[in-house]
């Protein structure tokens, strides 16, 4: 998300990107990789798609597309969540083991 800026990034905020005002629909972030994160935004008419991600500009996208990102998301979340359920799970597994200290 973005948080230097004067503006409003929070899904369902209006915000200025160049010349257009556009209304935030969803953040897909992007743990990890260092990228700053997308955003899907609409027109105030809600007829037009747009993918923006800092730096990298602003893209028109079908509805098809950014269900796509959106699953995509999921994905990673889903991925972030097992990821941490292992890491509990060996961290039970080494804490349960029983250390003997040899003198």
Known sequence: MIRNSKQNWAVGSTVKVGFMTLIVKAAIATPGDYAPDAYI????????????????????I????????????????????????????????????PFYVVA
Do not use: C, W
């Open 62 to 97: 079908t509805p098809d597309e950014a269900r796509e990102m959106l699953e995509q998301q999921d994905v990673i979340e889903d991925a972030a969540l097992a990821h941490k359920a292992m890491q509990d799970a060996a961290r039970a597994a080494i804490e349960a083991l």
């Open 41 to 60: 935004m609409a027109n105030q008419a809600g007829t037009q798609l747009y993918s923006f991600v800092p730096h990298n500009g602003i893209v028109k």
